[in-house]
């Protein structure tokens, strides 16, 4: 006989409230146990394994002079990361966590290196404040490749960060058009634009968006402005949610990535935990229409999973919090006066 969703909230609330503490003084790690019970239906859950995959990728905007740095500054970062010494790599060392590179379309010619995974769906997309960044097989190769991706494997834990110059300007105009907002109130400084730099962003991505309508669906907004490694994470959301994975979702351009996929993937958010409120102007606003509190503000906008990686361990110890701590009954405790 098939256990109720209703029978196992019961239950599990009854396991956490027999826990071996003040009713509801674990606070949010309560809640967080709570929702990673229902992911894995289990009354023992496990988040002691962490996959972080980078998704790395151009744009074509980048140069009309949107972000405060080059774009070769992608493939450099790449190549760091491939040799360990982005931040990326230090937050993977120091929690435990593995790490993989996708090239998802880089500038230029296709790197060399055994550890790099190649997804290249073209050599940076194409200039989405006068064209369609991608073509609809673009979307749909990115997409598969994504959930492939994503799915596989056994980690219990799935996060997913990106490297790309111009990204935010993307990530800004695919936010805008599927909330149906002005992206100007979307836009924010990236890599660190200074007051200038975020008036011309603001003026090109306004022209951008006068392009198409008001209001897109996801589909349609990854096409006319998203790059290739956010079509590609927001697949992955997709995939590791669908393989039954928890998914911590990272700063701005990721939490887009997830708006995008909750579109698209019917209930992938339920396995959706948010990792950290960017310092990334925009980021506030789209979490609050996706109805999420992230679990850090750490005035981080860095990207690359750092923050999913820093949530990690939260989600560790709540989930050991359900499966290992003792009940009142199993330790002889008494419970409430
Ligand atoms: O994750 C974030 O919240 C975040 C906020 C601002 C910038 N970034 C990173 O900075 C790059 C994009 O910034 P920009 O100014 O080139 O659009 C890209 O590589 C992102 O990983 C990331
Ligand atoms: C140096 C650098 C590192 C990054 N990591 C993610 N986005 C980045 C952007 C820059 C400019």
Redesign the pocket.
């Known amino acids: 006989m098939s256990i109720t969703s209703q029978d196992f909230d019961a239950t599990l609330k009854r396991a956490i409230d027999s826990k071996t503490k003040p009713l509801g003084a674990l606070g949010r790690i309560e809640s967080l146990a709570a929702q990673i019970a229902r992911i894995q239906h289990s009354l023992s859950p496990s988040a002691e394994t962490c996959q972080l995959i980078i998704f790395a990728a151009d744009h074509g905007m980048a140069a009309a002079g949107?972000?405060?740095?080059p774009q070769d500054v992608t493939r450099q970062m790449v190549l760091n990361f491939l040799s360990g010494g982005a931040a990326a790599n230090v937050f993977a060392r120091s929690t435990g966590a593995d790490i993989h590179v996708v090239d998802s379309g880089i500038a230029g010619e296709a790197i060399d290196d055994k550890d790099l995974i190649l997804r290249r769906i073209g050599a940076g997309t194409a200039n989405a404040i006068e064209t369609a960044a991608m073509t609809d097989e673009q979307l749909a190769e990115a997409l598969e490749a994504g959930k492939a991706l994503g799915g596989a494997g056994n980690h219990d834990v799935a996060c997913f960060g990106?490297?790309?110059?111009?990204?935010?300007?993307s990530a800004s105009l695919v936010a805008a058009k599927i909330l149906g907002v002005a992206v100007a109130d979307l836009t924010g400084r990236?890599?660190g634009?200074d007051d200038d730099g975020l008036t011309r962003k603001q003026e090109l991505l306004t022209r951008a968006a006068g392009r198409t309508a008001s209001k897109l669906d996801a589909r349609t907004a990854l096409t006319e402005y998203g790059g290739f490694e956010i079509a590609m994470m927001a697949g992955a959301m997709g995939g590791a949610a669908d393989a039954g994975k928890i998914v911590i979702v990272?700063?701005?351009?990721?939490t887009v990535a997830a708006l995008a996929a909750r579109d698209m993937f019917a209930e992938c958010d339920a396995n959706f935990v948010y990792a950290h409120r960017?310092a990334?102007s925009g980021?506030a606003r789209v979490l609050e229409a996706l109805n999420a509190e992230p679990l850090l503000d750490m005035g981080m906008?860095?990207?690359?999973g750092t923050g999913a990686l820093l949530a990690w361990p939260l989600v560790k110890a709540a989930a050991a919090m359900l499966r290992d701590m003792a009940s009142f009954d199993s330790a002889g405790v008494s419970g409430p006066a």
Do not use: C, K, P, Q
């Open positions: 949107v972000s405060a740095y990106e490297m790309g110059i111009g990204n935010t300007s990236g890599t634009l990272d700063g701005f351009i990721a960017s990334e980021h906008r860095l990207g690359e």
